[in-house]
């Protein structure tokens, strides 16, 4: 079994810094890539940060200059340093890992339940 649990989430004031985590464990994996997605109410899931094994970054460009993702291998794990947050950036939050065991011969994608974001004075 895959386990990936966010932590991190909260009421933020606007302009104000939070960092989430997020961490696998359980089955070992290969893992290709780690990332941040978030859905707000009435809206879909969209990416908003991702890192790959080579720890190239990809970000949506409404996060551009404000948030930062970062990996630990030796951690399984993957962290979102969110700064200069807006009203907008409230959402739930997942974690997204994509890798495979052992036995696999493909990717498979694995998520975390989600942590919220509260974004307001």
């Known amino acids: 079994q895959v386990y990936v649990a966010e932590s991190g989430g909260g009421l933020v004031q606007p302009g104000g810094s939070l960092r989430l985590s997020c961490v696998q464990s359980?089955?070992?994996?290969?893992?290709?890539?780690m990332g941040w997605y978030r859905q707000a109410p009435g809206k879909v899931r969209e990416l908003v940060a991702s890192?790959?094994?080579?720890?190239?970054?990809t970000y949506a460009d409404s996060v551009k200059d404000r948030f930062s993702i970062s990996r630990d291998s030796g951690k399984n794990a993957v962290y979102l340093q969110m700064d200069s947050v807006k009203p907008e950036d409230t959402a739930v939050y997942y974690c997204n890992i994509k890798g495979r065991t052992r036995t696999m011969n493909d990717d498979m994608d694995y998520w975390g339940k989600g942590t919220l974001v509260t974004v307001s004075p």
């Open positions: 890192i790959s094994r080579n720890e190239d970054t």
């Open positions: 359980g089955f070992g994996l290969a893992i290709s890539r």
